[in-house]
Structure formats: structure tokens, C-alpha cells
């Protein structure tokens, strides 16, 4: 069983168009919710850690959110360099290790 | 935060040889992970790479064909072991400083088997 979601798998925006992606995941205990931005050739960047529900987090143009089950990654006003690939991983109480997603493909049209 | 040094960045390789790839991060920390990404596709975790000991492989990754070694806090080899065309991918080497933060991640080594 998939422990973490992305969805879309593709999102295309024109410049300026907002929008969310989504990270869905199924933990029995959460450790923490990361998010990632990965350009080509180019390994993750990370972004964002979220411990516990109701926790935001923001940097320029990006806001990720958590619930219990999800997480949210805001994109406002985005611009062409928010092109990339973004990743949601998960890490559990019970684990050492990083669940990835299967990533969200970003292209934001000029 | 950590800094990630990952060599070589890129090799071609013939079929049935070694590659080592060789991991070094700036600071000292407690996990290090070894990841393959195919084109276009998420990470996949092959094993976490424990200091002193035997590291821990994931399902359908064995120590014969992935040895890894980890002989302090801050270094790590991953060894692809008589490649075959299949084992071409992005290797990537991720580090985390404790068990509760996030994984840094190094620029990654692209694998060609010919």
C-alpha cells in the first residue's frame, strides 16, 4: 500500500494562475511531512517540515499546509522559476527512513 | 543544514564491472541513505547506511550487488557491483542530521551501462 500520494501529476499554469498540489499520506504515526523541489538533472532541494496538524509554513511564493491525512503545497502568483518537480515525503515514529511520492511535474507558461 | 559533496557526478560503465560512488557531507550526521531515481520517476530508497555496521537494505536490493560502506559520520560509498544496462539510473546520497529533521540531498551520480 502507497504510503504517500501526489496528485496531480502534472500541473500546467500560465504565470500568475495560483494553485495547490496535494500530498495525501497513510502513517500510523507521523514524524514529520517534507517537502522538496526538484529541477533537472539536479537532486531534491528541500523546502519545508511539517510536525503536526494545523502547522503552516511559507516562503515567497509557496505555503504548505497540513491536516491529518494531507498536506497542501500552495503556489501563489507563480512564476516561470517555479518550474520543477515537487516531492512530499513522510517519515514515521516507527522508522528511520523517507517515504517519497511520486512527485507533482510544475510548468508555469510565461 | 547540510552541504552534500556526491562523486563522480557522471559515469559510462561496461557491463560487469564496479562503480564506487563516494558520498561526503559537511557536517557530522546521524543517517545517510542511498536512493536510485529512474527518469522522470520518484525516489526509491535502496538501503540506509549505518556507521559501523552492516547498512539496512530495502526489499529487492541486496548487500552483493549494493555494497555500502560507512565508516564515519560524515562519509559513505555505494557500490553498483557487475552492472548490467538495467542498473542505469540516478544515484542519488542523502544525509540527515537527526532522526526528527529533514534529508539533504547530494547533486547525484548518473549511471550509464553499456
Known amino acids: 500500500e502507497d504510503q504517500v500520494t501526489q496528485s496531480p501529476e502534472a500541473l500546467r499554469l500560465q504565470e500568475g494562475e495560483s494553485s495547490s498540489l496535494n500530498c495525501s499520506y497513510t502513517v500510523s504515526g507521523l514524524r514529520g511531512l517534507f517537502w522538496y523541489r526538484q529541477d533537472p538533472g539536479k537532486g531534491p532541494e528541500f523546502l519545508f517540515t511539517l510536525y503536526s496538524a494545523g502547522e503552516e509554513k511559507e516562503k515567497e511564493r509557496l505555503k504548505a499546509t497540513l491536516t491529518k491525512k494531507e498536506s497542501f503545497l500552495h503556489i501563489t502568483a507563480p512564476k516561470p522559476e517555479d518550474s520543477a518537480t515537487y516531492l512530499c515525503a513522510v517519515r514515521e515514529n516507527t522508522g528511520n527512513q523517507f517515504y517519497f511520492g511520486t512527485g507533482t511535474s510544475l510548468t508555469v507558461i510565461p | 543544514s547540510a552541504v552534500i559533496s556526491q562523486k563522480p557526478s557522471r559515469d559510462i560503465c561496461q557491463r560487469g564491472t564496479s562503480l564506487t560512488i563516494q558520498c561526503q557531507v559537511d557536517s557530522q550526521v546521524t543517517m545517510m541513505f542511498w536512493y536510485r531515481q529512474q527518469p522522470g520517476q520518484s525516489l526509491t530508497l535502496i538501503a540506509t547506511a549505518n556507521q559501523g555496521s552492516e547498512a539496512t537494505y530495502e526489499s529487492g536490493f541486496v548487500i552483493d550487488k549494493f555494497p555500502i560502506s560507512r565508516p564515519n559520520l560524515t562519509f559513505s560509498t555505494l557500490t553498483v557491483s557487475n552492472m548490467s544496462p538495467e542498473d542505469s539510473s540516478i544515484y542519488l546520497c542523502?544525509?540527515?542530521?537527526?532522526?526528527?529533521?529533514?534529508?539533504?540531498f547530494g547533486q547525484g551520480t548518473r549511471l550509464t551501462v553499456v
Open positions: 542523502s544525509a540527515s542530521l537527526t532522526v526528527n529533521t529533514e534529508a539533504f
